[in-house]
């Protein structure tokens, strides 16, 4: 990964979903730029076209609340007429329209929403992986330690192929990654690199 960008396009709303769904997303090293945040933020409207036209991929969060919803429908229009590949995460019982009408997307599991953030992980490794298997880089998460006095670098790899990482959930296992400094060993869930938790370490 060299720095994507992803933008999501979603309904007024659907924020608290987006956020949930992109929440471990947003840990990978590269950018995610969810419609609404971004205009809290004090971005207008008009500028949000800059984020969208440098996106490498747009996710359109297809709900009952975003049928018909007019900046949804623009955004992705605009996407289209770009070449810029657009993502469908849909509700069960909401179909795509128009453009991505034929474009295979993520369907919203309600009721575990982890189901649905593997499988949007899954369609964005696929999405932004360049192309050559052999230049497929490892994805990855970087993050300071959080054991106090040290804030050394941890780095989680993902090596494994998301069908061993739902195998790996569902037999309750976790990923690890070690902090070099202290010793302390961080879990994630495999499916979602959701945090589980710390084991403290001690320096050698």
């Known amino acids: 990964m060299t720095g994507e960008q992803v933008y999501v396009s979603h309904a007024p709303r659907n924020l ?13 090293p590269f950018g995610v730029h969810i419609a609404l945040e971004e205009i809290e933020s004090g971005r207008s409207r008009k500028r949000l076209e800059g984020r969208l036209a440098n996106s490498d991929l747009v996710v359109a969060v297809l709900t009952e609340d975003a049928t018909g919803n007019t900046w949804i429908n623009q955004e992705v229009g605009y996407a ?13 019982g909401v179909s795509c329209r128009g453009f991505i009408s034929d474009v295979e997307g993520v369907t919203i599991d309600r009721d575990d929403l982890s189901v649905t953030i593997f499988n949007l992980l899954c369609r964005l490794r696929s999405e932004l992986a360049p ?17 106090t006095d040290c804030s050394q670098p941890v780095t ?13 959930h569902s037999h309750g296992k976790h990923l690890t990654a070690s ?16 945090f589980s938790g710390r084991k403290d370490g001690h320096p050698s």
Request: with cysteine; glycine share 8%; aromatic share 12%.
């Open 80 to 92: 289209v007429a770009k070449g810029i590949p657009v993502l469908p995460v849909r509700d069960d």
């Open 156 to 168: 989680l790899e993902l090596e494994r192929g998301q069908t061993k990482l739902w195998k790996l």
């Open 131 to 147: 192309l050559g298997a052999l230049s497929v880089p490892n994805w990855y998460i970087r993050f300071p330690c959080t054991v």
């Open 179 to 194: 902090c070099d400094g202290c010793g302390s060993t961080y879990y994630f869930d495999p499916a979602t690199i959701g």
């Open 16 to 28: 608290d979903l987006v956020q949930d769904l992109f929440s471990t997303v947003k840990n990978f």
